[in-house]
């Protein structure tokens, strides 16, 4: 009987679990140069905790598609409107804290070929968090001394620059904070 309970109980924990969860689909653009170089955000997550890196991008609204997705979160938090979103890339199944809430969040990862701009945060949500733009070397990401995410982004890009992109997407890279 105990065990039994104890079963129930770990399956409401669960169920409770996954309903507060926010689940979304998310797209990420690896925005890189003729010079080899890719633009990153540094972000603050908002109720503390260290700086990361990472690839201009984020959720979809709706039923919006992973291009037109792109299309708005580069132009909201680049400034990036002028493009053809690239090949993807790159999967990830993330699941995170954020904000207060629990975020579990499907990702693609998209190339984007663009000719260096100055970025330019319109977004004033994201711009609350953004500590700043950096137009990082490829070959040097591999040696950053600072937290990029995904923790593969080197990789990831040396294959794509080297390689182009994927015949066959590699398995989703599952992610649990």
């Given at each position: 009987?105990?065990?039994?309970?104890a079963?129930?109980?770990?399956?409401?924990?669960?169920?409770?679990?996954?309903?507060?969860?926010?689940?979304r689909?998310?797209?990420?653009?690896?925005?890189?140069?003729?010079?080899?170089?890719?633009?990153?955000?540094?972000?603050?997550?908002?109720?503390?905790g260290?700086?990361?890196?990472?690839?201009?991008?984020?959720?979809s609204?709706?039923?919006?598609?992973?291009?037109?997705?792109?299309?708005?979160?580069?132009a909201?938090?680049?400034?990036?409107?002028?493009?053809?979103p690239?090949p993807?890339?790159?999967?990830?199944?993330?699941?995170?804290?954020w904000?207060?809430?629990?975020i579990?969040?499907?990702?693609?990862?998209r190339?984007v070929?663009?000719d260096?701009?100055?970025?330019v945060?319109a977004?004033?949500v994201?711009?609350?968090?953004?500590?700043?733009f950096r137009?990082?070397p490829?070959a040097?990401?591999?040696?950053?001394?600072?937290?990029?995410?995904?923790?593969?982004?080197a990789?990831?890009?040396?294959?794509?620059?080297?390689d182009?992109?994927p015949?066959?997407?590699?398995?989703?890279?599952?992610?649990?904070?």
């Open positions: 009987m105990i065990s039994a309970l079963e129930q109980d770990r399956i409401e924990i669960a169920l409770k679990l996954f309903l507060d969860t926010i689940h689909r998310a797209v990420r653009a690896l925005i890189i140069t003729s010079a080899r170089e890719v633009l990153l955000m540094r972000i603050r997550p908002p109720h503390g260290d700086c990361f890196w990472i690839a201009p991008g984020g959720g609204e709706g039923d919006e598609t992973p291009e037109a997705t792109l299309q708005r979160e580069l909201e938090e680049v400034g990036l409107t002028a493009f053809t690239g993807l890339v790159w999967r990830r199944h993330h699941t995170f804290n904000g207060g809430r629990r579990s969040q499907k990702e693609e990862y190339i070929r663009a260096r701009f100055e970025p945060m977004d004033q994201e711009a609350a968090v953004l500590d700043r137009w990082w490829i040097d990401l591999s040696s950053a001394r600072e937290r990029l995410t995904p923790l593969s982004l990789g990831i890009l040396e294959r794509y620059l080297r182009g992109a015949a066959v997407l590699p398995d989703e890279e599952v992610l649990i904070d």
